[in-house]
């Protein structure tokens, strides 16, 4: 082993309690996550039992309140715990951001009766949950969904079908975006959907570059039946519930991203000072100690960013902007630090002997999803020049 072997990122944390957490998420990945990642991914395993495990242990409702089960850690702990799952495996760390998320709308917007009677299992009870937004032809256009509920009585009917739904067809609950009224925005509501509600069903999950172990796919309402109690907010306020949802989504994914560059600038560093060419380890030559100078500045620009997002949002200031910024930035990163590990590594970084191959093509999904990059950049120039063709 070389004496030049990664060092553990070095945080910044507002208490001695938030290092200990993160102490004890870096003991879960690195003896229950990270050994297994390459095997289960290689193999399109989705890891369950890590996600009861992670339930047991505080980690999957920490940026929510205690009364409910969750862990009261501002999102600045909770994103550094993102980083490190991720790190260990993508399909953890992004499985974690998706199930927060889906917990978002009832822990914000539900009423007290709502989170005291469903809060301590999504938090706390072994759970797992996913957030329905997507439909085959509206993504980016999230605001002309057509999947409908209708009233019947004291009851909500729900059709249509959700796509690119990440844990669609194993998650225990969904938090499903459905047409209401008139169409655009103001028509949408939510909706708390158990996953074993009759009617509902996913589809075979997607074949996909990367993530292979981490499902995605269609779900389907048919005439799925849903008691107005569990209506979350008010009819119509979906798409505005939806949106806030997708604020702190977003620096989830930055997170995650950074946490998976990390991983890769990590690769990269012990294959470099460990490798020999023309007598020296590879890591001497300037050509390839400016990649690695180039990779790590990348990542701790990235870092410093989705966390001032962070305690912007912990402070409640607004914080959309940022975390449109935080997002574009370390997705973004994420796709140049894994391919500069990919050309690092050469040859065998082409081959999946080595993790760098699979960081790559993970890497590239978290420019597209909860908001495309591109997308990103219409949220920042709003917020700089005002919506457009006014």
């Given at each position: 082993m070389s004496d030049r072997d990664p060092q553990p990122v070095e945080r910044q944390l507002p208490t001695e309690e938030a290092r200990d957490l993160l102490a004890l998420v870096r003991d879960i990945a690195q003896r229950e996550i990270a050994p297994k990642a390459a095997e289960e991914e290689d193999a399109g395993r989705f890891p369950r039992e890590i996600f009861t495990l992670l339930s047991e242990s505080g980690l999957l409702g920490l940026p929510?309140?205690?009364?409910?089960?969750?862990?009261?850690?501002?999102?600045?702990?909770?994103?550094?715990?993102?980083?490190?799952l991720a790190a260990a495996r993508l399909t953890v760390g992004l499985g974690v951001s998706v199930h927060t998320l889906a917990s978002y709308a009832l822990a914000t917007y539900g009423t007290k009766q709502q989170q005291v009677e469903h809060l301590p299992a999504m938090l706390g009870g072994g759970l797992l949950g996913a957030y329905c937004l997507s439909e085959p032809s509206s993504g980016s256009d999230a605001a002309s969904l057509r999947t409908k509920a209708g009233r019947d009585g004291d009851d909500w009917v729900i059709d249509g079908t959700k796509a690119w739904i990440t844990?669609?067809?194993?998650?225990?609950?969904?938090?499903?975006?459905?047409?209401?009224?008139?169409?655009?925005?103001?028509?949408?509501t939510a909706?708390?959907?158990?996953?074993?509600?009759p009617g509902l069903s996913g589809a075979a999950p997607e074949k996909k570059m990367g993530m292979k172990?981490?499902?995605t796919a269609q779900v389907h309402f048919d005439g799925v039946?849903?008691?107005?109690?569990?209506?979350?907010?008010?009819?119509?306020?979906?798409?505005?519930?939806?949106?806030?949802s997708l604020d702190s989504g977003r620096l989830g994914i930055a997170a995650c991203a950074i946490g998976l560059a990390q991983a890769a600038l990590d690769e990269a560093v012990r294959y470099a000072t460990q490798r020999r060419q023309f007598g020296r380890a590879i890591?001497?030559?300037?050509?390839?100690?400016?990649?690695?100078?180039?990779?790590?500045?990348?990542?701790?620009?990235g870092r410093a960013l989705y966390l001032a997002a962070a305690r912007l949002r912990d402070a409640g200031r607004p914080f959309a902007k940022q975390a449109a910024m935080a997002k574009l930035h370390c997705t973004d990163t994420a796709m140049k630090v894994t391919t500069d590990a990919v050309q690092i590594l050469g040859g065998y970084g082409y081959t999946a002997d080595f993790p760098a191959e699979r960081y790559m093509r993970e890497a590239k999904v978290l420019q597209i999803v909860e908001g495309t990059n591109q997308i990103q950049r219409m949220v920042i120039a709003?917020?700089?020049?005002?919506?457009?063709?006014r």
């Open positions: 929510y309140d205690s009364e409910y089960g969750g862990g009261d850690q501002p999102y600045e702990v909770y994103l550094q715990v993102l980083e490190e844990h669609g067809g194993i998650a225990d609950f969904y938090t499903v975006m459905a047409r209401t009224g008139e169409d655009g925005p103001r028509g949408i909706f708390l959907v158990p996953g074993d509600a172990g981490s499902p039946r849903v008691p107005d109690d569990r209506r979350i907010g008010e009819e119509g306020q979906g798409f505005s519930i939806a949106l806030a890591a001497d030559f300037q050509g390839l100690r400016f990649m690695l100078a180039d990779m790590a500045t990348q990542i701790e620009a709003r917020h700089l020049a005002g919506p457009e063709g």
